[in-house]
């Protein structure tokens, strides 16, 4: 099973800064990797798939990166929408698709 | 429009078998291509995938609960069904389903529903 290790833990940053979140997989998923974003009591929404895309109807500010083991999630100017718990999925070596165990993004 | 509901009990005893549904709308079972899935995620914890039904009754499980799960679709009805046997109180978590469309990925997801193991 391959294992996604999200970093950081939690990142705090102001409105209108820039982020960087990463995700590392313990194995090449290629670019079979995706981001969601969860708000607080909402089922998780998809952001980003196949590592780059992003899914209908998300802000150009969301961006994508990476293959082989390396991710990184970047929101380009952080809106007060934005913080919120992220995760990545992996679907190369599946079953299972597998989660990271998330970064929360905060309000500094 | 896609939409996603589940529904089950919100209390269940250890040792029962739960049983949950995934209603859904604004698209098919029986297009080419679509899935159906499901994921769980205990409280304050990560996501945890656990089952996927495709148009053409293609199942996958996740390995480490495959001998609990079982998941069938009634495209008539435009339901997902996933039931979990032998229910523990570390199996307490919101449920959530999904649809697997075009992009390969969950999107979007229903709304989830809060099952409690319990005795």
């Known amino acids: 099973e391959i294992v996604l290790t999200q970093s950081p833990a939690t990142l705090s940053l102001s409105p209108g800064e820039r982020a960087t979140l990463s995700c590392r997989a313990s194995?090449?998923?290629?670019?079979?990797l995706a981001w969601y974003q969860q708000k607080p009591g909402q089922a998780p929404r998809l952001l980003i798939y196949?590592?780059?895309n992003r899914a209908t109807g998300i802000p150009a500010r969301f961006s994508g990166s990476g293959s082989g083991t390396d991710f990184t999630l970047t929101i380009s100017s952080l809106e007060p929408e934005d913080f919120a718990v992220y995760y990545c999925?992996?679907?190369?070596?599946?079953?299972?698709?597998?989660f990271g165990q998330g970064t929360k993004l905060e309000i500094k | 429009q896609i939409t996603l509901k589940e529904s089950g009990p919100t209390l269940v005893k250890p040792t029962q078998t739960l049983t949950l549904t995934c209603t859904f709308s604004?698209?098919?079972?029986?297009?080419?291509?679509?899935?159906v899935g499901w994921i769980r995620q205990p409280p304050g914890k990560a996501l945890e995938w656990l089952a996927l039904?495709?148009?053409?009754?293609?199942?996958r499980y996740s390995p480490s609960l495959k001998s609990r799960l079982t998941i069938t679709k009634d495209t008539s009805k435009n339901q997902v069904v996933l039931t979990m046997t032998n229910m523990d109180p570390v199996d307490t978590a919101t449920y959530y389903c999904?649809?697997?469309?075009?992009?390969?990925?969950?999107?979007?997801w229903g709304q989830g529903t809060l099952v409690t193991v319990s005795s």
């Open positions: 999904a649809h697997w469309g075009s992009s390969g990925w969950a999107d979007p």
């Open positions: 604004g698209f098919s079972l029986s297009t080419s291509g679509v899935g």
């Open positions: 039904i495709y148009w053409n009754d293609d199942k």
């Open positions: 194995q090449s998923v290629s670019s079979y």
């Open positions: 196949d590592a780059s």
């Open positions: 999925q992996q679907r190369s070596n599946w079953p299972p698709d597998t």
